[in-house]
């Protein structure tokens, strides 16, 4: 059975659902009312079972397997698909105190305490034998359910860095597998430095005293890759237990210490995971903010959020988890305005989105997320969230059919990796309050990012491991971004300089080429291989503790951050700092390349700059084929489908605004007719499906991601 065939269930449109704990409820025999409530609002798909190991197994090797059953059997005769958890992410305590030594040491040697959850040495054999015969017990009950459609593996995996003594013994084996001799790990790494030279592989000192940045690369990518070794245990296992015809997917949580998201969806036939944003105020997409949060304070990283999660296996995709009524503790509730989740909703979908799954049905009463608030609050009766939830239940059921094979399309390639992101982790680039920002890399990608949305492109991102050669990258984005990549294999640096080459507009942003792929700095002139061919070099930097006035075109603007201090040798200087000692030297540049361009920024630009730099780079927005102008607050995304192309036109806004058709458009959900040229208004926090009138032979080769469960 082919992974199509296991996801057939999401072929015909967007569905609807929630995160269901019937076990976690007042009074559980409401079980059949949730479901009647549930039908009600289009809630067609529930994830159970995945945080509740103490029920399943109360003492160790004693199951309780039935309480599931008549949840399972009335979602069933409901018409409710269920995707069943495994209950491995959250240990029961009878375990804990069986086996102290699973519990996790940290970096700085303590232990993680019992207590919350993922306190657990995942890939200990100890707990993998425990882990196995829960799993058996649950999965072998359930896994032919005929409501179970999916099993999620575990649950938000690579939370901590495990410092376990033989997780360090198998990081050594690994590295003297991979580098053969001491000497040359020596060389490699540079351990010349502070005497750091070893003579034998036990020599090879505890990576929480580390200050080697080779070292901590290694270190972080075989924490990575112990994550997804475990998600493929139980995948293996999983598949032994169920039908052929259920998908197996996880919860990714993808700011997660160890977690490498491709690396893990190669063992999923979907990638699924959290969609987490603030509300409110955060969503007027008008404001300006730095972005780059574990949930998105921002639009343009809500939008950013969604494209990453298409980028795991660059196909359709689960959100196992967003927000309903708020998220987080008591000082982060943020209820949304009316219309907010409706809009962020579509926007998931228009981005690729199969399914959008509340966490979670019912605002809990006891533990640590009383005030993660549910469809339903405390009281349990239906109020304004349910009703707009129902509501969008009602649009995805209109639009089904318009939005069947639907793939999202993509003008702008944003080029990422966890090898950047780890080393910017290990020594930020950016100042905080105290120290370095640990998250430079996400508020250096967010706010290309957005620059590339504030230019009306919609983005791809594109795994650095996972680069297709030049002319594939050609085919499939007019333009490609390149920011912060300061961890760079030579190979990704030509493919990018043969994609320009060939006549491709490249985006290149600070620190790219600064590094190699073995975590050391380069030897050579920054950046390296790009450089020379855009016409330009730096041999200083400089972090920037204040930001630092920029100019292009006679508009002024800040750069933020940080900046190379770029010279241009044979290059067009686009904007330049406005200072007595930066001034001297270009904030952006471009060059003509061949048949294409490069343009280097050198820090990081104020969001109006950015949008200016990127307009200037890419050239006209495919949003301007759908509307005359494009006013602040509004975002247009599309979806190629087999009868035509599709628009999700957002007003991110407490303002009504107008906006004009170029060409004649419907609605998908309610069948109302614009003619081009004629003015439509959009409400506060309004968000529109159209169709386009007869763009079915003019699709053009702009969509992404098209085969369900991808690579």
């Known amino acids: 059975m082919t992974t199509a065939d296991r996801l057939h269930a999401f072929a015909h449109g967007?569905?609807?659902?929630?995160a269901y704990y019937n076990e976690y409820l007042p009074d559980p025999s409401r079980l059949r009312e949730d479901m009647r409530l549930m039908v009600e609002a289009g809630i067609g798909v529930i994830r159970v079972g995945e945080s509740v190991w103490s029920t399943w197994e109360p003492r160790d090797g004693e199951f309780d397997l039935d309480w599931l059953a008549p949840v399972l059997d009335e979602a069933h005769g409901s018409g409710i698909r269920v995707i069943l958890g495994t209950p491995t992410y959250a240990v029961p305590p009878w375990l804990s105190r069986r086996h102290p030594e699973l519990a996790v040491v940290r970096t700085d040697g303590g232990r993680v305490p019992w207590g919350g959850r993922q306190e657990v040495d995942y890939s200990s054999p100890v707990f993998r034998f425990y882990a196995e015969r829960v799993i058996r017990a649950v999965l072998g009950r359930y896994g032919e359910h005929p409501a179970v459609i999916g099993v999620q593996l575990d649950n938000e995996a690579g939370l901590h860095l495990i410092h376990n003594d033989h997780l360090l013994a198998r990081f050594r084996r690994q590295l003297a597998d991979r580098y053969g001799d001491v000497e040359t790990l020596n060389r490699r790494w540079g351990l010349t430095y502070w005497s750091h030279r070893i003579g034998r592989w036990d020599e090879l000192w505890d990576p929480s005293g580390n200050t080697t940045p080779a070292y901590d690369l290694a270190w972080r990518r075989f924490q990575a890759e112990v994550t997804a070794e475990y998600i493929a245990w139980q995948a293996d296992l999983a598949r032994e237990l169920v039908g052929e015809e259920v998908f197996l997917t996880t919860c990714i949580a993808y700011g997660r210490p160890a977690m490498d998201d491709v690396a893990v969806g190669r063992h999923l036939d979907i990638a699924s995971g959290n969609a987490y944003y603030l509300a409110q105020d955060a969503l007027d997409a008008r404001a300006d903010r730095a972005g780059g949060g574990w949930a998105a304070n921002a639009v343009a990283d809500v939008v950013l959020m969604a494209d990453r999660m298409r980028a795991t296996k660059e196909a359709p995709y689960l959100v196992t988890e967003?927000?309903?009524?708020?998220?987080?503790?008591?000082?982060?509730?943020?209820?949304?305005?009316?219309?907010?989740?409706?809009?962020?909703?579509?926007?998931?979908?228009?981005?690729?989105a199969r399914l959008v799954s509340y966490w979670h049905w019912h605002t809990l009463h006891s533990g640590h997320e009383v005030h993660w608030g549910g469809i339903l609050g405390h009281d349990l009766e239906p109020g304004r969230i349910y009703g707009e939830i129902a509501a969008i239940g009602a649009s995805f059921a209109k639009a089904s059919d318009a939005l069947a094979e639907a793939v999202p399309d993509a003008d702008a390639g944003l080029v990422y990796a966890h090898d950047s992101e780890w080393m910017m982790a290990f020594e930020p680039p950016l100042p905080a309050a105290e120290g370095g920002d640990r998250g430079s890399y996400?508020?250096?990608?967010?706010?290309?990012?957005?620059?590339?949305?504030?230019?009306?492109?919609?983005v791809g991102f594109l795994n650095e491991r996972c680069l297709p050669d030049a002319r594939e990258l050609l085919a499939r984005y007019p333009t490609v971004i390149v920011p912060g990549l300061v961890a760079a294999a030579d190979r990704t640096l030509r493919t990018l300089a043969d994609y320009a080459e060939l006549g491709g507009s490249l985006i290149v942003g600070p620190r790219t080429g600064f590094g190699d792929d073995e975590g050391r700095v380069r030897s050579e002139r920054a950046p390296a291989v790009l450089g020379a061919l855009a016409g330009v070099h730096y041999q200083e930097f400089s972090a920037l503790a204040e930001p630092v006035s920029v100019e292009m075109d006679g508009v002024a603007g800040e750069a933020i951050g940080w900046m190379d201090a770029l010279v241009a040798d044979d290059a067009e200087v686009i904007a330049r700092y406005r200072h007595p000692h930066f001034g001297r030297w270009p904030a952006v540049t471009r060059s003509r390349v061949g048949n294409g361009s490069v343009t280097v920024v050198g820090t990081i630009l104020d969001r109006d700059t950015m949008r200016r730099v990127i307009v200037a780079a890419a050239g006209r927005s495919p949003i301007d084929s759908l509307l005359y102008q494009t006013p602040r607050g509004v975002t247009a995304h599309s979806l190629t489908t087999p009868h035509g192309r599709v628009w999700v036109v957002h007003n991110w806004s407490p303002e009504v605004v107008a906006v004009t058709p170029v060409r004649a458009v419907s609605s998908v959900i309610d069948e109302?007719?614009?003619?081009?040229?004629?003015?439509?208004?959009?409400r506060p926090w309004d968000v529109k499906v159209w169709r386009e009138e007869g763009s079915g032979a003019d699709?053009?080769?702009?969509?992404?991601?098209?085969?369900?469960g991808g690579r």
């Open 699 to 708: 699709l053009g080769n702009r969509s992404t991601g098209g085969t369900v």
């Open 322 to 352: 967003t927000g309903a009524a708020s998220i987080g503790p008591a000082w982060m509730t943020r209820p949304p305005y009316d219309g907010q989740l409706a809009q962020a909703a579509w926007l998931l979908v228009a981005r690729g």
């Open 442 to 458: 996400a508020r250096i990608v967010s706010a290309f990012g957005r620059g590339a949305l504030d230019a009306g492109r919609q």
């Open 672 to 682: 109302a007719s614009f003619p081009a040229g004629v003015t439509v208004s959009l």
């Open 14 to 18: 967007p569905l609807l659902g929630a």
